[in-house]
């Protein structure tokens, strides 16, 4: 099956930086979500991006098909943007989602 | 997403018992999915459902679990005899299907095995 990988594992920032998480994968992907989930375990679907560049508020990415990756920029971090970004693939085989293991991010004031 | 709703939101078991999971998707959605969370883990594929069919169930355990999404009422799933390896957040997700992948996700029902 398809890999994804997501880097880095682990961010620690301050607020008001800013920050970029990468998902690699290994195959063609018909969807690409990003997701966040917040301390209490929610998940929350940040973008639907199979391909170009979404913005939404402070955050926005990209995804380059034809190179396996996605981007996504998180400007003028908040305290409550903490938690794990999880980027998730549908494989052009299937339906399912596949997902990485995630970036923990934590925003300190 | 609120509309994905889920229930319950924890579920505390005794080894042995049965856990109901239960899932109902966001209005005009028919197709629903099932993933596991295990503890500092992503999220892994379970099952895939149409209105009274099983799509894909090829992430689920071949023993003890098992979904239905009947043609009325909510999507079940359901694991019998659970044991302690089966503690984990269950999230189902929804989409519609103009945009079978664009999903949508509930708040997870936390199984606590004891």
């Known amino acids: 099956g398809i890999q994804v990988e997501q880097s880095p594992p682990d961010l620690i920032l301050q607020e008001g930086a800013n920050s970029t998480l990468r998902c690699n994968f290994s195959?063609?992907?018909?969807?690409l979500q990003w997701f966040h989930q917040n301390p209490w375990g929610q998940l929350i679907n940040l973008f639907y991006i199979p391909s170009g560049t979404k913005q939404n508020g402070r955050l926005s990415a990209t995804t380059v098909a034809t190179e396996r990756y996605s981007l996504l920029y998180i400007s003028s971090s908040q305290t409550t943007d903490s938690g794990v970004y999880f980027c998730?693939?549908?494989?052009?085989?299937?339906?399912?989602?596949?997902f990485g293991e995630g970036t923990q991010l934590t925003v300190n004031p | 997403n609120a509309g994905v709703m889920q229930n319950p939101r924890h579920l505390v078991r005794r080894r042995g018992q049965e856990a109901r999971l239960r899932c109902s998707p966001m209005k005009g959605h028919s197709h629903v999915y099932w993933y596991r969370q295990l503890p500092e883990e992503g999220l892994k594929f379970m099952v895939y459902l149409q209105k009274e069919n099983i799509i894909d169930e090829s992430g689920m355990p071949k023993e003890r679990f098992s979904a239905e999404f009947p043609k009325e009422g909510p999507s079940i799933l359901r694991i019998q005899q659970v044991v302690r390896g089966d503690s984990a957040a269950y999230f189902c997700a929804s989409s519609s299907w103009t945009k079978a992948t664009e999903a949508f996700f509930g708040q997870g029902t936390r199984l606590t095995v004891v």
């Open positions: 998730a693939v549908e494989e052009t085989s299937g339906s399912r989602l596949t």
């Open positions: 195959d063609s992907v018909n969807n």
